[in-house]
């Protein structure tokens, strides 16, 4: 039998992908709060094992976007478009309310600040790379981390889980064999991690990426 914390991911996530925010991953909030500064915590209800899901997206988000901008939907806010789309399709459907919750935005500042990139690794969904971009096995580094939604129920149990290092040290090594390579090795910019995550595809060490993910 499903436990409670499964069906209400599954019923958030029907909601939220259509829209384009494709990347919910559940955690328990303990795991989370376990490996941050005081200052980044997440809200658990006084229970630590709460349930957490951590919303992102890829590219898919923006046709849906862009229709609702072009349908001049209610809730979208000129200066902020993306961010209060994102609000207006994550805030409805947690209503109506069956259980608690809270939410914190990735453009939230401090006291309410997440580390988001932490969490995308420490919920599974991304690996956080030396480069500091959170880079996902299917989509690459090309993902947003937009949301952390927080319910009043029983997250799932156990350790956390370990994200798929999409980056093979064999690509790395080839890489340093390029001249010039070790530079792009050792940078840590975004993209010294494309080459990456490119020169992994090519050593067919990577889920293949469309072109303009590592382009
Ligand atoms: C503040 C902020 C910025 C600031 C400062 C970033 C910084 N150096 O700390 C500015 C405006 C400069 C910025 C720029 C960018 N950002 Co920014 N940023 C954030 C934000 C809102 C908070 C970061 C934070 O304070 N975390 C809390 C602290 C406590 O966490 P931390 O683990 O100690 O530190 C993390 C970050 O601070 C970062 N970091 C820390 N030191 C350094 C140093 C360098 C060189 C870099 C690149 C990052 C970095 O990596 C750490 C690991 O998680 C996050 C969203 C979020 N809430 O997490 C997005 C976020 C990290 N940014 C993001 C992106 C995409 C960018 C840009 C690439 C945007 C762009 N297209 O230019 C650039 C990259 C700039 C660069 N030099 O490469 C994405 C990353 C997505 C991913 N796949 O990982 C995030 C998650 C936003 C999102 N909605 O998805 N950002």
């Given at each position: 039998m499903r436990s409670s914390w499964q069906s209400v991911v599954e019923d958030l996530r029907a909601r939220w992908i259509p829209a384009g925010l494709d990347l919910a991953q559940p955690f328990q909030v303990a795991w989370y709060n376990c490996a941050v500064a005081d200052a980044c915590r997440l809200p658990d209800f006084g229970r630590s094992s709460a349930l957490g899901i951590r919303v992102g997206k890829t590219r898919a988000i923006w046709p849906r976007f862009l229709d609702a901008w072009r349908e001049n939907r209610p809730g979208l806010d000129e200066r902020h478009p993306l961010e209060s789309y994102v609000e207006a399709t994550v805030l409805p459907a947690l209503e109506p309310p069956s259980h608690r919750s809270e939410v914190r935005w990735a453009q939230d500042p401090p006291p309410r600040r997440v580390a988001m990139q932490r969490l995308a690794h420490i919920s599974g969904l991304a690996y956080l790379s030396q480069s500091h971009l959170s880079v996902h096995a299917t989509y690459g580094p090309r993902i947003a981390l937009r949301v952390a939604v927080e319910i009043d129920i029983e997250g799932p149990s156990g350790p956390p889980p370990e994200p798929p290092?999409?980056?093979?040290?064999v690509p790395i090594a080839r890489a340093a064999e390029v001249p010039g390579g070790d530079r792009h090795v050792r940078s840590d910019t975004a993209r010294s991690h494309r080459d990456r995550a490119a020169l992994a595809v090519l050593a067919g060490q990577h889920p293949p990426l469309g072109p303009d993910l590592v382009r």
């Open positions: 290092n999409p980056l093979s040290p």
